[in-house]
Structure formats: structure tokens, C-alpha cells
T-cell receptor, first 113, second 113 residues
Framework: DTEVTQTPKHLVMGMTNKKSLKCEQH?????MYWYKQKAKKPPELMFV???????INESVPSRFSPECPNSSLLNLHLHALQPEDSALYLC????????????FGQGTRLTVV | AQTVTQSQPEMSVQEAETVTLSCTYD???????LFWYKQPPSRQMILVIR??????QNATENRFSVNFQKAAKSFSLKISDSQLGDTAMYFC??????????FGTGTSLTVIP
């Protein structure tokens, strides 16, 4: 299994809603990432988890709250988002020790209305 | 923080011809990894080729090869015998030993029949 699975694929939420994005991998990778990508722009790094601990937070607003309940699962909890937060959210994982490439999910297309 | 720059926002190439995409990066680290990723309209981020900074030999993967110039901090991608399926956004990416993984600004490549 060499896949990173993200659910849902599409999400529309209001500014007062609370929702969560989910990412799952079963490759034994110990580093997991969240990226935000706007149209025709590169992915921007948001968070990195290493061995289930948050190792990098790129000054992301607190309305985005990551969680890594176990080595296979990564969540991104969303609350009180703004329309400008609408984007493609990509999850990725990589083997922490080997420093090889990151494997990406297909992303969740988020629209905030 | 590391920065990755791609100076060509858009490029086009005739089918079966060769094209070179440019990438420069800035880092004070000695050990790191460089990648080229492809993102077609399906939005799946796909690894094209990777290069370890400690290796002097340029990586090659079938029709794809890189020109890695460590002193100049340059990492270009050459695509030979271009095919219609190569049409996509191409991102240069940098990963350090702390698993920080950053993308360049991207180059939109169109292969013309």
C-alpha cells in the first residue's frame, strides 16, 4: 500500500461551522505534513508531525488545529474559517529516517462560504 | 528558512522535443534532498525525480534527468522526447534533514502536439 488517502475529497462549510479533514497512510511513515494550495500556486507548508509530535508549525492561524492520534492518521480540525481559507489542502507522508520523498494524497478541496 | 525559486512561470515545448526547467534554491545546510514533482490537472502530486545533495552524479529517470550544481545551488530538470502526458505544473522541492519540505513557485509546462 503506497497510498495517502484523504477524506473528504470536497468540503463546503460555513464560517461558523466546525469540520475536520482526515489523512491516512499505512506505509509506516513517521513524518506527516499538511499543506495549503491556492490555485496556480505552490503548496504552502502548514504543519509537520514527526513521530506523532508536532515538529513544525509555520505560523498557521489557530482556526486550523492539527492532530496526530497515531502513526497512521493525521487530522486537521477547522473552526471559524474565512472565505480566504478556501483552497486545496494536501496531506503528505515520508519515512522520517530515510529522508526520501514525500508521498501525497489527492487533497481536499475546501470552500468556505 | 529555505527558499526555492523557479524563474519560468510558463513554458511550452513541441511533442518529441527537449525542454529544461530551471530551479534555484537557498540554504545554509550541507545535507538535503531535492525533488521535482509534477501536478497534472487531476491535482495528484507525483514524484518525477530526486537528488541527494551528497551525490555528485546527476539523477536520471528514463526521459527525465537533472543538472545539479551544488555550488551554484541550481537544480534544473531536462525532459527529453516530450509527450502530451507531460503537460502539468512542475514544482521543484527541497527537503532538509529536519523534514522541512518546501516547494518552488512552479512552472506550467504545455506540450504542443
Amino acid at each position: 500500500d503506497t497510498e495517502v488517502t484523504q477524506t473528504p475529497k470536497h468540503l463546503v462549510m460555513g464560517m461558523t461551522n466546525k469540520k475536520s479533514l482526515k489523512c491516512e497512510q499505512h506505509m509506516g511513515h513517521r513524518a506527516m505534513y499538511w499543506y495549503k494550495q491556492k490555485a496556480k500556486k505552490p503548496p504552502e507548508l502548514m504543519f509537520v508531525y514527526s513521530y506523532e509530535k508536532l515538529s513544525i508549525n509555520e505560523s498557521v492561524p489557530s482556526r486550523f488545529s492539527p492532530e496526530c492520534p497515531n502513526s497512521s492518521l493525521l487530522n486537521l480540525h477547522l473552526h471559524a474559517l474565512q472565505p480566504e481559507d478556501s483552497a486545496l489542502y494536501l496531506c503528505a507522508s515520508s519515512p522520517r529516517e530515510a529522508n526520501t520523498e514525500a508521498f501525497f494524497g489527492q487533497g481536499t478541496r475546501l470552500t468556505v462560504v | 528558512a529555505q527558499t526555492v525559486t523557479q524563474s519560468q512561470p510558463e513554458m511550452s515545448v513541441q511533442e518529441a522535443e527537449t525542454v529544461t526547467l530551471s530551479c534555484t534554491y537557498d540554504t545554509s545546510e550541507n545535507n538535503y534532498y531535492l525533488f521535482w514533482y509534477k501536478q497534472p490537472p487531476s491535482r495528484q502530486m507525483i514524484l518525477v525525480i530526486r537528488q541527494e545533495a551528497y551525490k555528485q552524479q546527476n539523477a536520471t529517470e528514463n526521459r527525465f534527468s537533472v543538472n545539479f550544481q551544488k555550488a551554484a545551488k541550481s537544480f534544473s530538470l531536462k525532459i527529453s522526447d516530450s509527450q502530451l502526458g507531460d503537460t502539468a505544473m512542475y514544482f521543484c522541492a527541497f527537503m532538509n534533514t529536519g523534514n522541512q519540505f518546501y516547494f518552488g513557485t512552479g512552472t506550467s509546462l504545455t506540450v504542443i502536439p
